[in-house]
């Protein structure tokens, strides 16, 4: 024989009244049948037959006639005041379900490489936010794989990243722009004063680059292993800019976005790279996936917009992936 626990009881119970939050929220208020099913817009008769079967189901009474109405007991009471505040709970939610796809008011949740948030991101917002004042912004940073994890897993609406996730077939994207990668170290070092470098001149070098996870990381990872040698890493960090300031302070080489005409941390002397090197920004969702109204507006918006690209960038030559 197999007896079902006391919280798998209460849990199927439950789920059997919950159809009925409504109807028990609405005789607590009334005080009685027909007002409730009116309010309601059903016959009597139904509700009527509704409280009856609830009654069985609960195995106690829920209503009895009080005079030419009728008044909860204290099982009724006790369910009517949990149905208001279980039918309040879920009013709330319907209004922020109905703001969220509003495209007038809605929210969009943006997810972005640190970098991404000194110009591109901010330019973006702002431009759209002119045409687009009710909509609202949620803003998430973090490493290329968290990025695309959250937006695989529906935590973001849309994410910049770069590399883009070519060859996804669960991913959809539109490349914005190139951006040209350097090699940075510190204005005493050996490569500081050379024209160009090759990648296989690095072997050796104390590098100082972005985690595992990070775009820019793998970016590196992959220009040593194809010059033919294994990246001595000095440190690791999660932004740029403080792998610019270790660079700064004499703590390694690393290769990093172009931030000419001037570098942004002073003692960074930027050297590019032979063959020149770069790395394709895109914007990227669910492929097949529908966005709320908000985050399609958004999305068309960035995907059309003239983009204020900035020292290093230049319009982006890997086609698009777009559904």
């Given at each position: 024989?197999?007896?079902?626990s006391a919280d798998a009881a209460d ?75 279980a039918l309040g709970a879920l009013a ?116 100082v680059t972005l985690e595992h996870g ?110």
């Amino acid at each position: 024989m197999t007896y079902e626990s006391a919280d798998a009881a209460d849990d199927r119970l439950a789920a059997r009244l919950a159809p009925a939050l409504a109807l028990l929220a609405a005789v607590g208020e009334t005080g009685h049948v027909t007002r409730a099913a009116e309010q309601l817009g059903i016959p009597q008769p139904t509700a009527s037959r509704r409280l009856a079967a609830l009654s069985d189901l609960v195995g106690a009474p829920l209503v009895l006639p009080s005079g030419r109405g009728i008044r909860l007991t204290r099982t009724g009471r006790t369910l009517a005041a949990a149905s208001g505040r279980a039918l309040g709970a879920l009013a709330t939610a319907a209004r922020e379900v109905r703001e969220e796809i509003d495209p007038a008011s809605g929210r969009v949740v943006l997810g972005f490489l640190h970098l991404l948030g000194r110009t591109l991101v901010p330019s973006l917002i702002r431009r759209f936010r002119e045409r687009n004042p009710g909509v609202r912004f949620s803003l998430a940073q973090g490493s290329r794989q968290d990025m695309l994890r959250a937006l695989r897993e529906g935590d973001i609406d849309l994410v910049f990243v770069a590399p883009m996730p070519l060859g996804d077939p669960d991913l959809a994207g539109r490349p914005l722009a190139d951006q040209e990668l350097v090699l940075a170290v510190p204005p005493g070092h050996r490569l500081a004063g050379r024209a160009r470098v090759r990648a296989a001149e690095l072997e050796g070098e104390e590098l100082v680059t972005l985690e595992h996870g990070y775009g820019l990381r793998q970016i590196t990872d992959d220009l040593c292993a194809a010059a033919g040698f294994e990246p001595r890493i000095a440190f690791e960090g999660q932004e740029s800019e403080t792998v610019r300031g270790l660079v700064a302070a004499g703590l390694g080489v690393a290769v990093l976005p172009r931030t000419d005409p001037a570098p942004a941390v002073a003692g960074v002397v930027e050297v590019p790279l032979s063959p020149p090197l770069s790395r394709t920004i895109g914007m990227c969702w669910v492929a097949g996936e529908r966005l709320t109204p908000a985050a399609r507006a958004f999305r068309d918006h960035a995907c059309a917009a003239p983009l204020d690209l900035g020292p290093g960038f230049r319009p982006p030559t890997v086609p698009g992936t777009a559904d």
